[in-house]
């Protein structure tokens, strides 16, 4: 029992940490996400490329070997999906690291206190005690 319950507090540690919430949002927002990309990929971007390339229409874009269909055209949305996933994903970041370098830059430096204000603050302190 002592083992289960220091694995149980070990848990609510792991799972109280900031990364591991952080990264629960993500994935929650990651999915949502994918749900917009997908429908932007295959009612807009999908039949336009289709159109672009002779009226295919890559859904429907399939062969078969012997009687079992291949499914390409799924497979070229779900690469397609990936690629636009993963173009956003690294514009936000590419945003966000600019944005960070920039506050970075405005930000106030802080002022080396001077080598007499130190050993005056040091005397004080020693006399405190």
């Known amino acids: 029992m002592g083992k289960f319950k220091s694995l149980l507090e070990e848990f609510k540690a792991f799972i109280a940490r900031g990364n591991v919430i952080d990264l629960a949002v993500g994935v929650i927002i990651g999915s949502a996400f994918s749900n917009i990309v997908k429908a932007l990929v295959d009612c807009v971007m999908m039949p336009i490329i289709g159109i672009i390339l002779g009226g295919i229409d890559f859904s429907n874009l399939s062969f078969n070997i012997g009687n079992t269909p291949i499914l390409i055209g799924t497979f070229f949305q779900a690469v397609f999906n990936f690629l636009i996933i993963a173009v956003v994903i690294f514009s936000?970041?590419?945003?966000?690291?600019?944005?960070?370098?920039?506050?970075?830059?405005?930000?106030?430096?802080?002022?080396?206190?001077?080598?007499?204000i130190k050993l005056l603050t040091e005397i004080r302190d020693l006399l405190k005690k």
Request: proline share 12%.
């Open 92 to 116: 936000f970041v590419k945003i966000i690291s600019l944005a960070k370098h920039k506050q970075k830059e405005e930000a106030p430096a802080v002022p080396e206190t001077p080598a007499d």
